[in-house]
């Protein structure tokens, strides 16, 4: 009989909790779902019931935590209310078929350690208040569709450990300022249209491990500071216009760390083509 009663506590507690989820973040997701053709996603929501059912919500003391929705057959734009998404700390809605522009709601966001917008068909310019979101972790908006400039506002993101913008077509220059990203441990910026020399400040992020350049047009030498990256196990700058060709290195410990030393004064970062 204790069983019983206790069984009971625990599914009216639960049922409670859920109802109390504002009124504001159970909109945000349903503008969520008809914005992006919620019908049509491979796994649907049935609105009708509790949002604790709902496919890839995570909640957690009344508030909306996680959205992971990636393979699921999302189409349409993201619409302005999931700024109103407050507790948010992580969104995944990679793989799937999003347009338009990131809205620049997501700068209410503040909660957010992880952003994953990959393999969509996002475009326009990233939006500048996105570096508004000071915890930040991990910013991934690879294979899209995005143009304009790296924005420099994302260099205040001190917190990030990842910023993968691979694959867009995003022109002008890696910012100098990318040295205050102290505790970034991966950079893709290939497969871009982006100019000028590679930043030396780059050879400042002590923890870096992957440095992912090549596919743009990028000039000048690859800096040889880059010899104190101790961490970097993955680095790739071909098919840029560099003053030297170089193929890609990865591994545990690639060959240019080795050939790195006082004694070769052209040691370059990556085994040159012959």
């Known amino acids: ?24 973040e159970k909109d945000a997701l349903i503008a969520l779902y008809n914005s992006t053709n919620g019908e049509q996603w491979n796994t649907k929501w049935d609105l009708s019931t509790t949002i604790d059912t709902w496919y890839g919500v995570t909640v957690e003391d009344n508030i909306i935590v996680e959205i992971n929705l990636p393979f699921n057959n999302l189409q349409g734009e993201l619409p302005q209310e999931i700024g109103n998404l407050s507790g948010l700390r ?25 952003l994953e917008l990959f393999m969509n068909a996002f475009e326009g310019n990233i939006p500048v208040e996105l570096g508004e979101l000071k915890k930040l972790e991990s910013l ?14 994302l260099m205040g993101l001190t917190n990030l450990k990842e910023l993968l913008l691979g694959s867009n ?7 100098n300022e990318i040295y205050a990203l102290s505790k970034l441990q991966k950079l ?13 400040e780059i050879a400042q992020l002590q923890d870096l491990e992957e440095l992912l350049l090549s596919t ?30 170089y193929i890609s290195v990865s591994g545990k410990n ?3 760390m080795m050939m790195l030393n006082s004694q070769n004064a052209t040691a370059v970062m990556d085994i040159e083509k012959e």
């Open 140 to 153: 991934k908006l690879y294979s899209n569709k995005f143009t304009g400039e790296i924005p420099n506002s």
């Open 188 to 200: 893709s910026l290939m497969d871009n249209r982006l100019e000028g020399e590679i930043p030396v």
């Open 254 to 256: 690639p060959p240019s």
């Open 90 to 114: 992580k969104i995944n809605l990679g793989f799937n078929k999003i347009s338009g522009s990131i809205p620049a709601s997501l700068s209410g966001l503040k909660e957010l350690t992880s």
């Open 169 to 175: 077509f995003l022109t002008g220059t890696i910012p």
């Open 216 to 245: 743009n047009k990028l000039t000048g030498e690859l800096p040889m500071e880059f010899m104190n990256l101790t961490k970097l196990t993955t680095i790739m700058v071909s098919d840029n216009n560099l003053n030297q060709e």
């Open 1 to 24: 009989m204790k069983t019983l009663k206790l069984v009971v506590v625990c599914l009216l507690t639960t049922a409670y909790s859920f109802a109390n989820i504002s009124s504001t």
